[in-house]
Nanobody, 127 residues
Framework: QVQLVESGGGLVQAGGSLRLSCAASGRTFRAYSMGWFRQAPGKERDFVAGINFSWSGGSTYYADSVKGRFTISRDNAKNTVYLQMNSLKPEDTAVYYC??????????????????WGQGTQVTVSS
């Protein structure tokens, strides 16, 4: 069982930056692929960014809407994954969720490929 706790959300003006953190419990963090998703009111939960489990090389991948602006990274010593968000836009406003995939797969980008979820953190970008 893995517990995920997000932090770092808040209110920021357009063009600003935020860094989200997701702390995971457990001893096998490096074996999990990690992802960030977001969900705006009335919309589906969308993939934002992913980082593959460390033994696969830990490569990263992004949704087209955030490519070049967001960066996902992980610190296995701290059992933490980060999402650095720069050049934020009002359309980035959503609840952001951290997720873990224990299935030793790469490139997971669908919500049903992740089996552990955090509680979410609100990100609001004002224009």
């Amino acid at each position: 069982q893995v517990q995920l706790v997000e932090s770092g959300g808040g209110l920021v003006q357009a063009g600003g930056s935020l860094r989200l953190s997701c702390a995971a419990s457990g001893r096998t963090f490096r074996a999990y692929s990690m992802g960030w998703f977001r969900q705006a009111p009335g919309k589906e939960r969308d993939f934002v960014a992913g980082i593959n489990f460390s033994w696969s090389g830990g490569s990263t991948y992004y949704a087209d809407s955030v490519k070049g602006r967001f960066t996902i990274s992980r610190d296995n010593a701290k059992n933490t994954v980060y999402l650095q968000m720069n050049s934020l836009k009002p359309e980035d406003t959503a609840v952001y969720y951290c997720a873990a995939d224990s299935g030793l797969r790469v490139g997971a980008a669908l919500p049903n490929e992740y089996n552990y979820w955090g509680q979410g953190t609100q990100v609001t970008v004002s224009s």
